[in-house]
């Protein structure tokens, strides 16, 4: 089974601008959950999807949002950036059904840096 | 909500020895707690994960001990190799949700 992928792997942006992230799950999954990751702050969890549908969400202000589609695949939006918005935000996606539903599989990553 | 503390943040030990890696967790329903590994650049790899049912699980090498009284739970690394050398998180989930809490990270540098 091919693994959870993001694009783009690497994104410049300035300040004001807004971008999309990208995130398919493994076949299969039907849940996708969404962190952030700076040095600081460690893993934080922005919000995941299930079935098309906001189940959970962190505490981020709104310019934070996300989807999920019918086929499982979600984006995230940060609408006018920051300076501390650049971090590497990753993926991850379970099954949350069956035998080991609650094992999380993280994608390779986006690397955004806000100039 | 649920608020895991890991200790140590950085853990130095010589090729060989053992390490060990502790997390505290507030939340008496969290039910799941996994451990990841994560290498400079690369994405966090689950290396071994305990359910509230079981006391230890071991996986050669690695083992995870949770003590669900004290609610805390700690990762063992035996006869480390520089290859071991990453940040490893701990996070734990709470029974009927999907989200997981990690702690902070640590360090563990192994020298040959």
């Known amino acids: 089974k091919a693994g959870v992928t993001q694009t783009p792997r690497y994104l410049i942006k300035t300040r004001g601008q807004q971008v999309t992230l990208s995130c398919s799950p493994i076949?299969?999954?039907?849940?996708v959950s969404w962190y952030q990751q700076t040095p600081g702050q460690g893993l934080q969890f922005l919000f995941e999807?299930?079935?098309?549908?906001?189940?959970n969400k962190g505490n981020f202000p709104g310019r934070f949002s996300g989807r999920q589609f019918s086929n499982s695949r979600s984006e995230m939006n940060v609408s006018t950036l920051e300076l501390g918005d650049s971090a590497l935000y990753l993926c991850?996606?379970?099954?949350?059904?069956?035998?080991?539903?609650?094992?999380?599989?993280f994608g390779p990553g986006t690397r955004l840096l806000v100039l | 909500g649920e608020n895991v503390e890991q200790h140590p943040s950085t853990l130095s030990v010589q090729e060989g020895d053992s390490a060990v890696i502790k997390c505290t967790y507030s939340?008496?329903?969290?039910?799941?707690f996994p451990w990841y590994k994560q290498e400079l650049g690369k994405r966090p790899q689950l290396i071994i994960d305990?359910?509230?049912?079981?006391g230890e699980k071991k996986d050669q090498r690695i083992a995870v001990t949770l003590n669900k009284t004290a609610k805390h739970f700690s990762l063992h690394i035996t006869e480390t190799q520089p290859e071991d050398s990453a940040v490893y998180f701990c996070?734990?989930?709470?029974?009927?949700?999907?989200?997981?809490?990690f702690g902070k990270g640590t360090m563990l540098l192994v020298s040959p």
């Open positions: 991850a996606s379970s099954r949350e059904e069956g035998q080991g539903k609650e094992t999380q599989y």
């Open positions: 076949s299969g999954h039907r849940s």
């Open positions: 999807y299930f079935s098309e549908t906001q189940r």
């Open positions: 939340d008496s329903a969290s039910n799941y």
């Open positions: 305990i359910r509230s049912n079981v």
């Open positions: 996070a734990a989930r709470r029974s009927g949700y999907s989200t997981l809490t």
